[in-house]
Nanobody
């Protein structure tokens, strides 16, 4: 089993910044992709950003230039630096990791419990 523990959410004013962290632990041989998704009340979960083991990144169009995803492979940790936050970005932010437990085993997707981000004055 793999556990993802997120931290860093909270209340921030519009235009402010937050940094989210997500640490993966457990039966991990390799992690191919880690990423952040969010879900606002009454809406579907949506992609925010992902990063591969090789460092390739992908962002939702609305976050480009304001959010930065990064990772520490040694710590199996992914970060999301969020700048110039907007009220409409209020949501629960979820960490996702695609993990292989053994060299020849299947890749499985795991989710964290979510961390609330509220952008409000």
């Amino acid at each position: 089993q793999v556990q993802l523990v997120e931290s860093g959410g909270g209340l921030v004013q519009p235009g402010g910044s937050l940094r989210l962290s997500c640490a993966a632990s457990g039966s991990i041989f390799s992690i191919s992709v880690m990423g952040w998704y969010r879900q606002a009340p009454g809406k579907q979960r949506e992609l925010v950003a992902t990063i591969t083991s090789g460092g390739s990144t992908r962002y939702s169009d609305s976050e480009k230039g304001r959010f930065t995803i990064s990772k520490d492979n040694a710590k199996n940790t992914v970060y999301l630096q969020m700048d110039s936050l907007k009220p409409e970005e209020t949501a629960v932010y979820y960490c996702n990791a695609r993990v292989r437990a053994t060299m020849n085993g299947p890749t499985q997707s795991y989710w964290g419990q979510g961390t609330q981000v509220t952008v409000s004055s």
